[in-house]
């Protein structure tokens, strides 16, 4: 029974053991796959003669590509001028500047009219704060009242006070409870008065600071809209100054197309160099053993992770877990 246990508790801890004695067997295994099917010479080979194919390929093609892509860029330089002139000589400028004028006019009057808006806003907002002030007035004029009333009814009858009398619910001379009740409802009226009067200017300082967005909105609009009127203007004056030199449509359309079948030509013979080069590379590449080289990289790479793979087949797996246990065993027993 104690042998059966002791075993039971052994074979525990020699599973425990085994994942790390897996860990290191599979480093090893991909270790030995690394050293075995290694592909650097060959890859240094291969870059060697991939990088001399692409200086022969460059040296037989890379400047003719170079001028005929520089020769594209004058082109098109002269194109977009041309294209400028045209644009300059094609445009209806009154028809341009009346639209934008007639919008100059609108975003004016829309300035007037927020302007006319907000002062009247702040006129509201003077009268509310006037409406403030009176409230708070009336009311500390209540407060006083209160207090009064109060120090009267405290004081002694020989300082005109009522103290220690019985004071009356009302009375049309003396003092009474009613003209206080009276003092403290005045005083409540008086104070919703000064809460109304400010939740109206806070209303209104938020329509004004509306009113001052939508005015700097417009404001923004119409420096754009001048800028865009001072373009235009610009643009005529270039306009005129182009028909003073005798350029005119017609011509700078004939010259145009010109330089779009230039372009047209160059692009042709760009993509015939190009292609040119990349067939060069191609075919050097078979000539000079680079494809080779690639194949025999690609077979080595299969092997390799045919062999890595190995390591996963049941049948190796059971073999390491027997030699774990042997040598797990062996290592206890020597010491």
């Not at 075993?7 to 030995?32: A, G, M, S, V």
């Not at 194919?53 to 860029?73: D, L, M």
């Not at 690609?298 to 087949?313: A, G, P, S, T, V």
């Not at 190796?316 to 246990?325: A, E, K, L, S």
Request: proline share 1%; aromatic share 10%.
């Amino acid at each position: 029974m104690f042998e059966r246990t002791k075993n039971f508790f052994r074979d525990i801890r020699i599973n425990l053991d085994f994942p790390k004695f897996e860990r290191q067997c599979r480093l090893e295994h991909n270790n030995q796959a690394d050293r075995r099917y290694s592909t650097k010479k060959l890859d240094a080979e291969r870059k060697a003669l991939v990088s001399k194919i692409e200086s022969e390929a460059n040296s037989n093609f890379g400047s003719q590509i170079k001028n005929k892509k520089q020769q594209i860029t004058r082109n098109k330089t002269i194109e977009n001028k041309k294209e400028k002139k045209i644009s300059l000589l094609t445009r209806y400028y009154k028809q341009e500047l009346g639209v934008l004028y007639e919008r100059k006019d609108d975003l004016f009057s829309k300035k007037a009219e927020l302007y006319e808006s907000k002062n009247e806003l702040s006129r509201m907002i003077s009268d509310a704060f006037d409406e403030k002030n009176n409230a708070y007035e009336e009311l500390n004029y209540c407060k006083d009242q209160i207090d009064s009333w109060y120090a009267k009814s405290d004081r002694t009858p020989w300082l005109s006070g009522n103290s220690g009398k019985k004071l009356p619910k009302h009375s049309l001379f003396g003092q009474s409870f009613g003209d206080l009740d009276s003092y403290k409802y005045a005083r409540d009226s008086a104070f919703d008065d000064v809460t109304t009067a400010k939740s109206r200017i806070g209303n209104l300082k938020q329509e004004q600071h509306t009113f001052n967005s939508e005015i700097s909105e417009v404001k923004r609009q119409i420096d754009n809209l001048i800028r865009q009127i001072g373009t235009v203007k610009e643009d005529r004056g270039k306009m005129y100054e182009l028909k003073k030199e005798g350029f005119n449509k017609n011509t700078l359309q004939k010259d145009l197309d010109e330089i779009y079948e230039a372009i047209k030509t160059l692009r042709n013979e760009l993509v015939e160099l190009e292609s040119g080069r990349r067939e060069y590379v191609i075919s050097e590449s078979h000539t000079q053993g680079v494809k080779k080289l690639e194949s025999n990289i690609r077979n080595i790479e299969m092997k390799k992770e045919q062999f890595i793979k190995i390591f996963d087949l049941e049948e190796n797996h059971q073999n390491r877990i027997v030699t774990h246990r042997k040598l797990w065993l062996r290592k206890r027993t020597t010491a």
